[in-house]
């Protein structure tokens, strides 16, 4: 009956007419009651009336969506202390009543008037006047609450509620709609405390039966107007039309007009308030992530918001230095940025030292380093960030963790010019869902994927979205930081979890955009420093910003097949594959393992299946480093493309057991006598500058009577291994040659 109008309910007694008459009575009656239905919608006037006492950021996206709809609101309470108790915590709310109480007393006579109350913290309207106006007038009742599918505060008044079929059984207070003078008549109908339940006190007067009967009070059981999200997440779909996104209720087929984050539901409601009420589309994209939004093109240096710019390292992270550099490039007024640099960890310090004497003149309006000296914690060192954001008042706060590799320079500039009170990019761990963000939280508060997960970290949506936790990097307005101070600390969790939580549990959003490609995130977890030179193990974990930093800067034109590839010899191929630096930091790696092979004459080798070697050299195999999957992994990104190319038809699996770097001198093994290789095809690789770290030296291929002398460093010969290609090492007269050797598919 909750959906008849109160023109159902009119009747006409027709049996004692005739049938013409009996026609033109009711025709008579139908012009009627529509003319009575257009007078009552236009008599109706609806107000939309809250309580909030802070503007939180749920306050503002509630009064953003009223502002949408163009709904008359009467906030009650803004600026007022609450005391109310805190009801995420446990019962309360009775403050909420004496102020609507004392609020509404000019309204308690005005038949025409319609308020809806609602929370407004965790509350987004998806409809206007005319629909929650004419979805009201359909239930035929002077007092509608929500419903919600369990019994709060008291469990045992469940057995008093009326049976339901179909829907959700019990009240909840969180939103109702009905005529002023009832409204005010059910707050008056008994006194409560500030302290008190809100919701016992609703539930009371819906279970007294002459009063509901009085007003004919309803519950909105498969939410026709009020969607609670408390244990109904699973129930509701977002839908989408061109540039309009709403909610439906997929088990009753409904649309309601609001929706409400009530209990430990608010997560869902900030993920769907990305979405609704046409905030994205599938069609449109994010059609309000530029609102509140500013451009910096043309303003003067002074003219850009201040930026305390808060670099942190707390434990050791591969390619620090270049992370370092890349902080430095920002595109942003050097001048308008305040840099703290944290290193709390021995590892990295000489490094932030030498890079920060460096930045001195780069004109940075101030620059303060805490060094593992301090030996602060990490959540002490990121509590004396905020201090210090808020101690000098700064506009915004910028913080930067040693496990991003921020690659776009415009960041930060990007960043402020959005303008959100916490705004973090978006950044992924190279090919890998591993993000710096998490799309929901489980029930003990730890990640968990949200739907739309996926489609954010790939790319497949674009847009602004509230997240529940961020970490690495984000952008915080000072002012919020200022009047909240959340806080790293916690006795239970991980900094990152604590500060998160900190924020949550004051109503901050965390949004996370992935409007532009900003960098990436490194993988630091189990990152080693039992070498001497770490990075170069990261090929397996980091091989994007290991690319960037050990292969060959001209590597590419390998693969251009407009770039013919080197031939000095008949089939012997000749390419850049390495950087200089690699080529240093291998020479360096094996130097300080420094168990070399006797070379010459010693065939013994205890290193080898069968002890013994058929073509000694004084060498050090990869796999005495620790190298070894690491050097595979390289030829299987890095050789096996050009193989490809210049060996076509042939598909290798990089399968290589001999990976070492041979050391040729005067004094010791200065050349190597006439052989072929126990392999499909061999890399050669130049490690030492020809004629300056060594003079002589290179490759003689008898058969073709071919030689390639002064390889530059870095580059790779490749030619086949038996056969057709037996070959010697030319005599080294000068200083030190190093190469390194892989037979590839023994």
């Given at each position: 009956?909750?959906?008849?109008?109160?023109s159902?309910?009119?009747?006409?007694?027709?049996n004692?007419?005739?049938s013409?008459?009996?026609f033109?009575?009711?025709?008579?009656?139908?012009?009627?009651?529509?003319?009575?239905?257009?007078?009552e919608?236009?008599?109706?006037?609806?107000?939309?009336v809250?309580?909030a006492?802070?503007?939180?950021?749920?306050?503002v996206?509630?009064?953003?969506?009223i502002?949408?709809?163009?709904?008359?609101?009467?906030?009650?309470?803004?600026?007022?202390?609450?005391?109310?108790g805190?009801?995420?915590?446990?019962?309360g709310?009775?403050?909420k009543?004496?102020?609507?109480?004392?609020?509404?007393?000019?309204?308690?006579?005005?038949?025409?008037?319609?308020?809806?109350?609602?929370?407004?913290?965790?509350?987004?309207f998806l409809?206007?006047?005319?629909?929650?106006l004419?979805k009201?007038?359909?239930?035929?009742?002077?007092?509608?609450?929500?419903?919600?599918g369990?019994?709060?505060?008291?469990?045992?008044?469940?057995?008093?509620?009326?049976?339901?079929?179909?829907?959700?059984?019990?009240?909840?207070?969180?939103?109702?709609?009905?005529?002023?003078?009832?409204?005010?008549?059910?707050?008056?109908?008994?006194?409560?405390?500030?302290?008190?339940?809100?919701?016992?006190?609703?539930?009371?007067?819906?279970?007294?039966?002459?009063?509901?009967?009085?007003?004919?009070?309803?519950?909105?059981?498969?939410?026709?107007?009020?969607?609670?999200?408390?244990?109904?997440?699973?129930?509701?779909?977002?839908?989408?039309?061109?540039?309009?996104?709403?909610?439906?209720?997929?088990?009753?087929?409904?649309?309601?007009?609001?929706?409400?984050?009530?209990?430990?539901?608010?997560?869902r409601?900030?993920?769907l308030?990305?979405?609704?009420?046409?905030?994205?589309?599938a069609?449109?994209?994010?059609?309000?992530c530029?609102?509140?939004?500013?451009?910096?093109?043309?303003?003067?240096?002074?003219?850009?918001?201040?930026?305390?710019?808060?670099?942190?390292?707390?434990?050791?992270?591969?390619?620090?230095?270049?992370?370092?550099?890349?902080?430095?490039?920002?595109n942003?007024?050097?001048?308008?940025?305040?840099?703290r640099?944290?290193?709390?960890?021995?590892?990295?310090?000489?490094?932030?030292?030498?890079?920060?004497?460096e930045?001195?003149?780069?004109?940075?309006?101030?620059?303060?380093?805490?060094?593992?000296?301090?030996?602060l914690?990490?959540?002490?060192?990121?509590?004396?960030?905020?201090?210090?954001?808020?101690?000098?008042?700064?506009?915004?706060?910028?913080?930067?963790?040693?496990?991003?590799?921020?690659?776009?320079?415009?960041?930060?500039?990007?960043?402020?010019?959005?303008?959100?009170?916490?705004?973090?990019?978006?950044?992924?761990?190279h090919?890998?869902?591993w993000?710096?963000?998490w799309?929901?939280?489980?029930?003990?508060?730890?990640?968990?994927?949200?739907?739309d997960?996926?489609?954010?970290?790939?790319?497949?949506?674009?847009?602004?979205?509230?997240?529940?936790?961020?970490?690495?990097?984000?952008?915080?307005?000072?002012?919020?930081?200022?009047?909240?101070?959340?806080?790293?600390?916690?006795?239970?969790?991980?900094?990152?979890?604590?500060?998160?939580q900190?924020?949550?549990?004051?109503?901050?959003?965390?949004?996370?955009?992935?409007?532009r490609?900003?960098?990436?995130l490194?993988?630091?977890?189990?990152?080693?420093?039992?070498?001497?030179?770490?990075?170069?193990?990261?090929?397996?974990?980091?091989?994007i910003?290991w690319?960037?930093?050990?292969?060959?800067?001209?590597?590419?034109?390998?693969l251009?097949?407009?770039?013919?590839?080197?031939?000095?010899?008949?089939?012997?191929y000749?390419?850049?594959?390495?950087?200089?630096?690699?080529?240093?930091?291998?020479?360096?790696?094996?130097?300080?393992?420094?168990?070399?092979?006797?070379?010459?004459?010693?065939?013994?080798?205890?290193?080898?299946?069968?002890?013994?070697?058929?073509?000694?050299?004084?060498?050090?195999h990869?796999?005495?480093?620790?190298?070894?999957?690491?050097?595979?992994?390289?030829?299987?990104?890095?050789?096996?493309?050009?193989?490809?190319?210049?060996?076509?038809?042939y598909?290798?699996?990089?399968?290589?057991?001999?990976?070492?770097?041979?050391?040729?001198?005067?004094?010791?093994?200065?050349?190597l006598?006439?052989?072929?290789?126990?392999?499909?095809?061999?890399?050669?690789?130049?490690?030492?500058?020809?004629?300056?770290?060594?003079?002589?030296?290179?490759?003689h291929?008898?058969?073709?009577?071919?030689?390639?002398?002064?390889?530059?460093?870095?580059?790779?010969?490749?030619?086949?291994?038996?056969?057709?290609?037996?070959?010697?090492g030319?005599?080294?007269?000068?200083?030190?040659?190093?190469?390194?050797?892989?037979?590839?598919?023994?």
């Amino acid at each position: 009956n909750e959906l008849r109008s109160a023109s159902t309910f009119r009747c006409l007694r027709m049996n004692v007419l005739s049938s013409s008459n009996r026609f033109l009575v009711l025709t008579a009656f139908m012009l009627f009651s529509m003319t009575v239905s257009l007078i009552e919608a236009g008599d109706m006037r609806l107000l939309v009336v809250t309580v909030a006492t802070d503007d939180t950021d749920g306050y503002v996206r509630f009064m953003k969506s009223i502002e949408q709809f163009g709904l008359d609101v009467k906030v009650i309470g803004l600026g007022e202390e609450w005391r109310g108790g805190d009801v995420s915590r446990y019962a309360g709310g009775g403050h909420k009543i004496n102020m609507l109480v004392r609020d509404l007393t000019p309204y308690k006579d005005d038949k025409d008037l319609v308020i809806m109350f609602t929370d407004s913290y965790d509350v987004v309207f998806l409809a206007g006047q005319e629909t929650i106006l004419t979805k009201f007038k359909d239930f035929d009742s002077q007092l509608v609450f929500s419903a919600e599918g369990f019994c709060w505060p008291d469990r045992s008044l469940a057995d008093q509620y009326p049976r339901v079929l179909l829907g959700k059984r019990y009240l909840c207070s969180g939103g109702y709609i009905g005529y002023a003078p009832v409204i005010y008549e059910s707050l008056m109908t008994s006194k409560i405390e500030d302290l008190g339940d809100d919701q016992l006190f609703f539930t009371k007067l819906y279970l007294n039966k002459e009063f509901r009967e009085k007003h004919n009070m309803k519950l909105d059981h498969r939410s026709h107007l009020f969607q609670n999200l408390n244990g109904a997440e699973e129930d509701i779909e977002v839908r989408y039309d061109g540039s309009r996104s709403w909610i439906e209720n997929i088990v009753y087929g409904t649309e309601p007009v609001m929706i409400h984050g009530n209990g430990p539901s608010k997560l869902r409601l900030n993920q769907l308030g990305s979405y609704v009420p046409s905030q994205w589309t599938a069609d449109k994209g994010c059609i309000t992530c530029d609102e509140n939004s500013f451009q910096l093109d043309g303003k003067a240096e002074a003219e850009f918001p201040e930026v305390l710019l808060a670099v942190f390292s707390v434990s050791p992270s591969p390619f620090f230095r270049r992370f370092l550099e890349r902080v430095a490039e920002l595109n942003y007024p050097k001048s308008r940025i305040s840099l703290r640099v944290y290193v709390l960890d021995e590892y990295h310090r000489s490094d932030a030292q030498s890079w920060l004497e460096e930045v001195k003149s780069a004109g940075y309006k101030n620059i303060s380093f805490t060094s593992p000296d301090s030996k602060l914690t990490e959540s002490e060192a990121r509590n004396d960030g905020i201090l210090a954001c808020v101690t000098s008042d700064c506009s915004n706060y910028f913080v930067v963790d040693s496990s991003v590799m921020l690659v776009n320079t415009e960041s930060l500039r990007l960043l402020v010019e959005q303008n959100r009170t916490f705004l973090a990019p978006v950044v992924l761990r190279h090919e890998k869902l591993w993000s710096n963000f998490w799309g929901a939280l489980s029930d003990q508060g730890f990640y968990a994927r949200s739907d739309d997960y996926i489609d954010i970290v790939k790319g497949d949506k674009i847009g602004i979205w509230n997240v529940p936790f961020v970490s690495s990097i984000y952008l915080i307005k000072g002012h919020l930081l200022k009047k909240y101070r959340p806080s790293y600390t916690s006795s239970e969790l991980d900094s990152d979890m604590a500060f998160c939580q900190s924020l949550r549990s004051m109503g901050i959003f965390m949004y996370v955009t992935n409007r532009r490609y900003f960098g990436r995130l490194l993988q630091v977890d189990g990152y080693s420093t039992e070498h001497l030179h770490n990075d170069m193990y990261q090929i397996l974990d980091n091989q994007i910003d290991w690319e960037e930093i050990y292969v060959h800067p001209n590597y590419s034109q390998n693969l251009n097949e407009s770039v013919t590839v080197d031939m000095p010899c008949p089939d012997v191929y000749h390419y850049p594959l390495i950087s200089s630096r690699f080529a240093q930091e291998l020479i360096e790696e094996m130097e300080h393992f420094g168990q070399w092979s006797a070379g010459k004459d010693s065939h013994e080798d205890s290193r080898l299946s069968g002890g013994y070697e058929n073509v000694p050299t004084v060498d050090i195999h990869t796999n005495q480093i620790g190298f070894e999957e690491h050097w595979l992994r390289l030829i299987k990104l890095y050789v096996l493309p050009v193989q490809e190319r210049v060996f076509p038809g042939y598909y290798s699996h990089a399968q290589a057991i001999m990976n070492f770097v041979v050391k040729y001198n005067p004094k010791g093994q200065f050349l190597l006598k006439p052989h072929h290789d126990s392999s499909t095809f061999t890399i050669n690789v130049a490690l030492s500058r020809s004629e300056i770290d060594y003079e002589g030296g290179g490759c003689h291929f008898i058969r073709y009577n071919c030689s390639v002398r002064d390889a530059p460093i870095g580059h790779s010969l490749m030619h086949p291994g038996r056969l057709t290609h037996w070959h010697e090492g030319l005599v080294v007269t000068g200083g030190t040659r190093y190469i390194m050797v892989s037979f590839i598919d023994p």
